[in-house]
T-cell receptor, first 116, second 112 residues
Framework: EPEVTQTPSHQVTQMGQEVILRCVPISNHLYFYWYRQILGQKVEFLVSFYNNEISEKSEIFDDQFSVERPDGSNFTLKIRSTKLEDSAMYFC??????????????FGAGTRLSVL | DAKTTQPPSMDCAEGRAANLPCNHSTISGNEYVYWYRQIHSQGPQYIIHGLKNNETNEMASLIITEDRKSSTLILPHATLRDTAVYYCIVRVTNSGNTPLVFGKGTRLSVIA
């Protein structure tokens, strides 16, 4: 069964450093998303991406964040200068571009980001 | 904010049916009800969704009341591996990239 793949599974970084989280969405999907979950809290939407541009973003997704689809398979989330509060699980998701009931988001296993 | 209300936790005996309720009294006519679950800190896993008719798949059944203000997810024969946090989400799906808004969900504990 096709799945969303995220690497690395755990990323440790120093405060102020740049990190790039990588995702390989399901191959025929066209919509891509990033969510995050701080330990013990709710899963929160960050950004959605379609046709090589951001479709929607939340208040969390400020200028320190950026997304890119550098080739036909990868979808990346970059945090330019990490802060302690960026420590969280980051989930990538993808969905097929359809309207109506078949628009289902499938999630990867996540990357745990630890900022020291 | 999430438009749904769920009990914070529930227990279920292994092999019995788990019935997880969800209230969504402000649901709009074009919003679907989706259920996801999250095992430990893994990525949310899609379970089932519906608009107004009851739905069944290999994982679960979804019962939506006639007024659509509430629904129940049924796991017919719960196993220990079904222990997870279950999220009920209402979402418009006439656009391809509508984000999912997660609440706190219901923590289901399946007990041997």
């Amino acid at each position: 069964e096709p799945e969303v793949t995220q690497t690395p599974s755990h990323q440790v970084t120093q405060m102020g450093q740049e990190v790039i989280l990588r995702c390989v969405p399901i191959s025929n999907h066209l919509y891509f998303y990033w969510y995050r979950q701080i330990l013990g809290q709710k899963v929160e939407f960050l950004v959605s991406f379609y046709n090589n541009e951001i479709s929607e973003k939340s208040e969390i997704f400020d200028d320190q964040f950026s997304v890119e689809r550098p080739d036909g398979s990868n979808f990346t989330l970059k945090i330019r200068s990490t802060k302690l509060e960026d420590s969280a699980m980051y989930f990538c998701a993808s969905s097929l571009r359809t309207t109506g009931a078949k628009n289902i988001q499938y999630f990867g296993a996540g990357t745990r980001l630890s900022v020291l | 904010d999430a438009k749904t209300t769920q009990p914070p936790s529930m227990d279920c005996a292994e092999g019995r049916a788990a019935n997880l309720p969800c209230n969504h009294s402000t649901i709009s006519g074009n919003e679907y009800v989706y259920w996801y679950r999250q095992i430990h800190s893994q990525g949310p896993q899609y379970i089932i969704h519906g608009l107004k008719n009851n739905e069944t798949n290999e994982m679960a059944s979804l019962i939506i009341t006639e007024d659509r203000k509430s629904s129940t997810l049924i796991l017919p024969h719960a196993t220990l591996r079904d222990t997870a946090v279950y999220y009920c989400i209402v979402r418009v799906t006439n656009s391809g990239n509508t984000p999912l808004v997660f609440g706190k969900g219901t923590r289901l504990s399946v007990i041997a």
